[in-house]
């Protein structure tokens, strides 16, 4: 038989693939696979810790920066067209990031309630 002719990366040059007589053997066999990955729901509120207070400290972070620009700007009572347009941008930027971040933490805080809430009670097919 003869040998099939398939392109290399580079289409240019045709490369000879040589079968074997094991037609039926699969591309990755048992031993090249991972093993299954295992999930500990043992340190699951301590990822959820983590989580929220990654969220509250970079929300607590926003908002302090927009208070500290909002303090900063009151300190100069005539503004420039320039400072004006920084103040908006700043004001803009760290209200619209803590505004994300309190949403981020909101939702987080919501989905964690939730499979707790719902599991504890049985449910039928009607239900669902």
Same mark, same amino acid.
């Given at each position: ?8 990366? =580079?289409?240019? %040059?045709?490369?000879?693939?040589? =079968? %074997? ?6 591309? %990755? ?11 500990? &729901? ?9 989580? /929220? ?41 760290? &209200?619209?990031?803590?505004? /994300? ?20 009670? &049985? ?6």
């Amino acid at each position: 038989m003869y040998p099939h002719k398939t392109l290399s990366k =580079h289409f240019d %040059t045709p490369q000879n693939i040589h =079968h %074997t007589d094991r037609t039926n053997e699969s591309f %990755t066999t048992d031993s090249e696979k991972p093993p299954p990955k295992t999930f500990s &729901s043992d340190n699951q509120p301590h990822r959820n810790l983590i989580e /929220l207070l990654w969220r509250f400290l970079l929300t607590f972070f926003s908002l302090s920066l927009l208070l500290l620009s909002l303090w900063q700007f009151s300190k100069s009572q005539p503004l420039s067209k320039w400072e004006q347009r920084w103040f908006n941008l700043l004001s803009i930027l760290f &209200s619209g990031s803590a505004s /994300l971040g309190l949403g981020s933490l909101l939702g987080y805080l919501g989905s964690m309630l939730r499979w707790p809430l719902l599991a504890q009670t &049985s449910y039928k097919i009607q239900d669902v």
